[in-house]
């Protein structure tokens, strides 16, 4: 019997792979390269055939043959997630004097796997039916049999959702409001660039995966209609801009859009730019462009690099959290995926509905969501909020004396009024109101922006804060609306109380 080195060695000189190969993105490249690297869509793929062992090299062609159908009709990151999975698969098998791969292999594989490893061998799977159907050297029919005959478990999916993990999971009502505040307070400091907060606010407004908002570009916000049109990606067709789902924008964030969106037609952008670019996202630009430019994508952000340096500039702003002994939260995009699918399940949506604004193709996926109970739900919340709720720090602004010392000392638009109170102001806006549409005043305490007055009735802004709550005690999400503006007149009055207390104990000393 022919051994197996000699084996790949013929296979090798008799089987060639081709000079080109066309991906299903239409993209082409050189598959006898030990390295292959193709642009689909936003991504950017990369497999490195020098990732295998000394030893293991002779596998390469066989390897590439298996891989080439994939390329040509699946996702690029379907064709990475089997590249890597022979990779594990190779760098942790027990060594045998023979490199073969047949049932034994895979078996002693199997057994080097840790529990939540055991999807690997799924994966693993595809690739060595592919390999046997194609009659390529190193891999037993045998071994094929084997793993056709013994379940294969897939990656677990959803149980972050369900056991509402404080790492992986959904955030809180209480999470979320602190992100959402913290994000607004450090942008308005100059702390948080704007592409960053743009993207927080479409991430907890659309709940689309970090790949789809690489896709994204100027022209898919319709400022007429305050309307996204969000890219869909896993959809089995050519690109992740070949079908779209609508999601209508806050006028608030609206109004920043436009500002994002005219700052980049003004710098020679245009509506057919990328709206997180890759030199808008990284500090220095991309060490090199493989696109070309008639390339659909030509210059978006790979997701994994927006990713990257959303998730550094978010870790340095990350508000406390009682589920991690108030440690800074954990941020990584999938969160806001995972909360915004859980709100929609806690407001009552179907599954179908949940199914349809996440992008899924059937309603598996969506399981989760639904599954948790509402009562432990509310109770969860509720135990967690007392904790939470005085780290929040809702209030972002700064007292001032009277409207003669506020920034804008009386200018058009900056004073602050609620006439169902008194007919005196409340406070100043350091934005002189500017692009604000936001519900004033009752927003304007929880912005950082507003200068409350020291000697403004702030008591009455709270009474009727919280005789409005109690008219919806029958629905938890719409009384728990204005519990952040709550909390923030609750820390404007006890600052102000400090105030006019320091003031007596000086005046006493005096």
Known sequence: MMSLAIELKSYALVQTVPERVITRSGSTFDPRLNVWEWSDGPFIARLDFG???????????????????????????HVDNLFRAFIHFIDNSPRRASWVIDEQAVANYAATLRPNEKWRLGTLNGLLQKWVELRLPGVTADC?????????????????????????????????????????????????????????????????????????????????????????????????RASFVPFDISAQTSQL????????????????????????????GPRRQIRAESDLFFGHCTPHTLSQWFIQLLREIAPPTARLDFAPMHIVPQRFRYTFGTRMAEEGASKLVIAERLGHADLQNVECYVSASPKIIESYDKALSKFLAPLAQAFKGQVVEDEAHSTHRGAPGSRIHDFRITTEGLGSCAGKGAGCGFN???????????????????????????????????????????????????????????????????????
Request: aromatic share 8%; hydrophobic share 35%; glycine share 6%.
């Open 144 to 240: 094929a049999a084997y793993l056709r005959e013994h379940r294969k478990p897939g990656n677990t999916k959803g149980d972050a959702v369900r056991t509402r993990d404080s790492v992986k999971g959904p955030f809180s009502e209480d999470e979320y409001t602190a992100l959402y505040s913290a994000a607004d307070a450090a942008y308005g400091r100059g702390e948080l660039p704007l592409w960053t907060l743009l993207l927080t606010r479409l991430l907890l407004a659309c709940g689309g995966r970090i790949s789809q908002y690489a896709s994204l570009k100027l022209c898919d916000f319709d400022p007429k209609g305050s309307t996204l049109k969000l890219p869909q990606v896993k959809t089995g067709q050519d690109h992740a």
């Open 440 to 510: 004033k005043p009752v927003a304007c305490y929880s912005s950082f922006r507003f200068e409350p007055w020291l000697d403004a009735p702030h008591e009455k802004v709270l009474h009727r804060l919280e005789a409005e709550r109690q008219k919806w005690t029958s629905d938890d999400r719409m009384a728990a609306v204005n519990d952040e503006p709550i909390r923030a007149v609750r820390e404007v009055i006890s600052l102000c109380a400090q105030i006019w207390s320091q003031r007596g104990r000086e005046e006493g000393a005096a």
């Open 51 to 77: 990732q295998l062992i000394a030893g293991a090299e002779a596998y390469k062609p066989s390897l590439k043959a298996a891989l080439l159908p994939y390329v040509r009709g699946h996702s690029s990151s």
């Open 257 to 284: 859009i436009l500002a994002h969106r005219d700052e980049l037609l003004a710098s020679g952008k245009t509506e057919n730019s990328p709206f997180f670019s890759s030199d808008l996202v990284m500090p220095r």
